[in-house]
């Protein structure tokens, strides 16, 4: 055995920075026994050129720790990016059918390349070819060294004298050679019960995790998954691979125990009913898998995808994001002018910072007054609102509230004025009764009228309505009958991956042409989350149940992947919970209201403005920008807490939720600095109320903090507490 030794990471970053290509190119590294190393602050991944060509995976560890090299050429199942039909036995990353009809592919290793693109970020290309064919695939590795992420895509292209069909086309792979204890941690749900966390042993043999439902991929699986190794996954301890795919329509997520107990995860656009034609000279480009490995625990693992999401995979992620009110609970779709603008009094006395209009705002022919009619027809209902929607922006401005908008642009009721000119832009199926998912149909974003209607719903609110500043992307229906009037016959299988590039593009258009308009990304609740579509988006609705005692799960489950900031927290009255604990609960996501002001009691009022004006003066910066640390999870005990500390360790913030009665010990906070003292103090008390903390008010050291924890007084369920914790010399 010999050994192979990563480069020294900082070293390689001075050389990266300076533009220089750290791994060989051609002949040199072409050599059997070469090794290209993937390598981000504390992880590595190291890849062999074997002797016979082939590309293979050695190892995904930490950073600096080297794998060995074989002398023999290892086996076929830890090919990095299998192909089937020329020996692979198990679940392939790519099947094709070559132009003449061969079923089989092989890929070997030609060349690679690595260029600095920055002093963070690397991107590493690895071009492998079919020896007996032009068809080429490159393996795309783009290393984020700070946050330790890595995004992986693959680039397939052939030069063959006729199409090629593609049948499988994953993003990415990865082979943990390990114990065979491997734990798999995904989230499922339902509308109204979104990112339901489960934990589970892979056993031998696959198990999927997909979507076949075309355009969210998020009803009913996440395309989101960690995988501890050894045992179950802890916070802060073991070996914890994450992995999230940058696609929001059909998915599949495979993990694969095969006879020697090595698990191979396979992530991509779900091949199911998607074959692709791929004509010689184009290339088919998959979405990217997000990866990020720690020996540190889940929690580190979190983090990083969070860091990662604030620098690169999301808008304007170190901006504050703005409170919002939204009108939905309050009013549903029965609302006029007169009311909403009693709504921005509402606001105001709030401090809510944007006032967000819902749905029903359209539709005159087929007024929007329930989710039957309307979709489709963007033209303001001249009964509701006469004055149109710049008459509401400037009222709200009046009142020192931003204003913004909901709309469903990808959707059309067969009650519209659209529907009635346009059937054949919905997608369906020839000779079958269309299947209606709330009322509503999908358009079909493969066909360019489809498209550039779909830029023009967005272009026609926003341009004459400058005082728009915030958007809300709904999408409340997904696809069952995946046909296109649009499409060839011999291409009705690319309608779902060609309606994903198509929607990427309208909200790409969007963000570039109007980046000053923050945005929500939802789908009738979170049905549509992902890195594919966050990129577009400031921030998600988690879910249609804002029920806090509900939302403490939610939320909890999404914080495996995305950052507070992103998760639009708001505060209704579902559930009549005690105001306290949903203002709590909402306090350590993106806080936002949804309720009638006229509704609550002057107490009421009293409670939710302090709790919106402490969020903004005190909280916001660190529950947002802040490296989250999970305390207490929701599912193991009957009581939930997290804490969150800013970047420089000066402030932290600590949320505890009791679910249920009962007196639950002490609360350890986490990532405070040992030897920094802060001030503790609980926040977000009832007016006139004292803190019983016993330490309220003392300073502590971290590490006291750390080992000791604090005892919050939440015994009672839906109890809660917020406790600061202020580093001595901030203010
Ligand atoms: C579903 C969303 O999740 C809700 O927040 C609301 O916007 C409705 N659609 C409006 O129809």
Known sequence: MKRHLCADLSLALVLLALGFELSANGAEAKRAGS???????????????????????LGLGPAGKGSAVPENTP?????????????????????ATHADGNTSTDLVYQKHSTSALDTNVSLTRIELKDPA???????????????????QWAEIRHQEAGPVMLFRFASAGSVLANSGNYWLTHFHGDWADEAQWVEERLTSGIKILDSKIGVRAHQYATPSFLIAMGGEAREEEGEVLGGSLEWSGSFQLAF?????????????INPFGSAYQLASGETFTTPAMLWSWSSEGKGRV??????????????????????????WEATGFNFDEKRIVSLFDGAKELGAETFLLDDGWFGNKHPRNDDHAGLGDWQVNTNKLPQGLSFLADEARKRGVHFGIWIEPEMVNPNSDLFEQHPEWAIGQPYREAILGRNQRVLDLSRPEVRDFTWSVIENTLRPNPGISYVKWDCNCYVTQPGSTWLKPEQQSHLLIDYQHALYEVMGRMASKYPGVMAMLCSGGAGRLDYGALKFFHSFWPSDNTDPARRVFIQWGFSHFFPAETIAAHVTRMGRRPLKFALDVGLSGALGLDMDVAKLTPDERRAVADAVSLYKQR????VQQGDLYRLES??????????????DKARAVLFVYALKDGNQGLVRPRGLEPTRHYRVREVNLPAGVASDLRQEGQVVDGSTLMRDGLQPNCQSSFSSQVIELAGEDVK
């Open 302 to 327: 979190s983090r990083n995808f969070h860091r990662w999401a604030r620098r690169y995979g999301i808008r304007d992620g170190d901006k504050p994001r703005p409170v919002l009110l939204n009108n």
């Open 256 to 268: 694969e125990v095969d006879m020697k107990k090595r698990l191979r995860a396979l992530g991509g």
């Open 35 to 57: 090794v290209i190393t993937i390598a981000t602050a504390r992880s590595s991944l190291s890849l062999l050129i074997a002797k016979d060509g082939r590309l293979y995976e």
């Open 619 to 622: 909280l916001r910066e660190v």
């Open 634 to 647: 929701p599912y193991s005990g009957p009581r939930s807490a997290l804490n969150y500390v800013s970047a």
């Open 75 to 95: 086996p076929r199942e830890m090919e990095f990016y299998p192909a089937s039909g020329d020996g692979f036995i198990l679940e392939p990353a790519l099947q």
């Open 133 to 151: 064919y032009p068809f080429l695939v490159t393996l795309c590795l783009k290393a984020y060294a700070a946050e330790d992420v890595v995004e």
